[in-house]
């Protein structure tokens, strides 16, 4: 029992230092996992979900409600109290996505893991592969890294230190808090609620972000893999043999196309209305940092880092997934089709139809996920300010 430890460290670092698909599921499940609910499991601790729920409600809608009745005193003071809902409406959307969504996301990483099968069995490009793997585990490592300084190491501290501060009705039930034991008690509420949260809102963005950059490396190994096929069909002496090889790699690359296309479908479909909801949210808030007072703003710039953090984050991961489209999009096209018989050239129409679609994930399925969309917003909110304070 006394080495459980250090074997337990030990596993850690071997996962961390091997570039595999299995090694990058286990990482973002690892947070979960602590804390009771394993993404990969139907089954949760209900333990973590009561705690978590009751202290969200208790600490931000009975916060706001007794604020807003007995302590707000004007405009601004309402307004301020938009940074706790929106952060309220941003977790509950994470827990209800984590909750409801779990046999989805399931399914999906099922999808996801077969596609690094195939990749794996053809070993062409095994190497490119894992190098592409170790940047989406630094992409993962980031985001936990972020989600810990920013809201573990800045927020919970200055939230339990400064709680008069926050436009809120911090702990209602245990005034005055001001005197021990009960300002003792509060801070260790609004500590546990803050790191529930946190917990919840990681989870969501580390599994979303894992799925955009693996579903992008795929789309990059089939680009090689289309490149590749392109020589060898120029360079074949178009024997029975050759033809044979020609078709079995034609048909493994279409095979692979369509389950990444079925991947991006399927993020759409169960990422969709809750990454539109927190684009809302993010712009929003994005507008207030720069309309109200900055004494106001730092009280919750954690939470304004958070959402220019991930806004940019997303949108830079799918501009990356569309490019990688493109790019499989124009090889496919120059892949020596001319060169092919009637047979495979049917195949390699079929399946540049496909990819001539645009590979775009939407948010509220309106709102195109990808840099152009983090552009205009911020370009947006820079004339609504002016306006503003012209």
Known sequence: MKCAPYDWTKQCRRRLKHNSYANLIWLINFLPSLCGFPLLNVKFNFLFWTIHTILLFYVYILGVVVYQMYSAKDFIDSINSFFNISAFILISVDSWWILRRRKDLNNLLEIARKNDDLIIENGRFHGDYEKMLRRIKIIVIMCYVFHFINEVLIFIPYRTLRMEEFSIASCVGLEPLDVSPNREVCMGQLALQELTSIVVVCSYDVSLLFLFSHTTAVFQVLFEEMINFSEMAKSCHKTAEDYDVIEARLSNIIDRHGLALRTVRKVEAIYSEAIGIGFGLDAISLCLFFVLPIEVILHFAPLIYHSLFIFFLYCFQGQRLTTASEKFEMAVYCCGWEN????????????????????IVYAAKVIPIRLSTFATTMQSIYKFVTVFKA
Request: proline fraction near 5%; glycine fraction near 0%; avoid cysteine.
């Open 340 to 359: 092919l018989r009637v047979k495979e050239r049917k195949q390699v129409l079929l399946m540049l139809k496909q990819a001539q679609k645009p590979v």
